[in-house]
């Protein structure tokens, strides 16, 4: 995917609904379940989206991909397909991409793993209610994760746009690859620095050593 511009969107909205954190033993880790309410402004999308892509919403081989930092992890990108021209609103807009089967569910490897859930989706209108969970344990089995030891964990709302293009290259037959065109989001492209975490200007997010077992309170949930 080749590099492409970050946007704020108007309209592109988070608001934190419920959590609550928990300690997995079976697992040997620590998780949290959130609930939040993604809000779109369906109309100002696909304005936006044609000015970066013409006509994204009605060509059939385009592609979009959710990026739900903390919540999920889409695991490829969807396409318009049979859906092009037809899509008139943010619920036809979402359903493209919320089939608990399009997301991850495993261990991701690394000194302090992380396991996304499957999310569980509820389209409201303009807007898209997700609950989502998210595991950590430490790699070595021997070591106990502690609350004391999660990251500052932050909540993404973005989309990608994607185009199918078709290089033609000297002597080699045609080769359509996807391109990213541009990634609307709800925080601003700006880096604010938290504790030595990188975010951006607008996300909300939550410390996680200073989270307690049981209830996330909107007061936790914080706005960097």
Request: charged share 20%.
């Amino acid at each position: 995917m080749a590099d492409q511009p970050y946007i704020k969107l108007q309209g592109m909205e988070v608001e934190f609904v419920s959590g609550v954190l928990e300690q997995r033993t079976a697992d040997r880790a620590i998780g949290y379940t959130v609930t939040f309410k993604l809000m779109l402004d369906f109309t100002h999308f696909k304005q936006m989206a044609n000015a970066y892509s013409a006509n994204y919403l009605e060509v059939s081989n385009n592609a979009i991909r959710p990026e739900l930092e903390g919540l999920a992890y889409h695991n490829h990108y969807s396409v318009i397909g049979a859906s092009a021209g037809k899509i008139v609103n943010s619920a036809m807009l979402f359903e493209l991409f919320t089939d608990p089967d399009l997301y991850l569910d495993v261990w991701i490897n690394s000194e302090m793993e992380r396991r996304f859930g499957k999310p569980q989706f509820v389209i409201e209108g303009n807007a898209l209610l997700l609950t989502a969970r998210q595991d950590f344990r430490w790699e070595n089995p021997e070591r106990e994760i502690k609350i004391e030891d999660l990251p500052i964990i932050w909540f993404g709302w973005a989309l990608t746009l994607i185009e199918q293009r078709t290089k033609v290259s000297w002597g080699l037959p045609e080769r359509t690859t996807p391109i990213s065109v541009v990634t609307f989001m709800y925080p601003q492209d700006e880096v604010v620095v938290i504790e030595g975490t990188e975010l951006l200007k607008g996300a909300r997010y939550i410390n996680g050593k200073e989270l307690s077992f049981g209830p996330i309170t909107p007061e936790q949930v914080l706005t960097a």
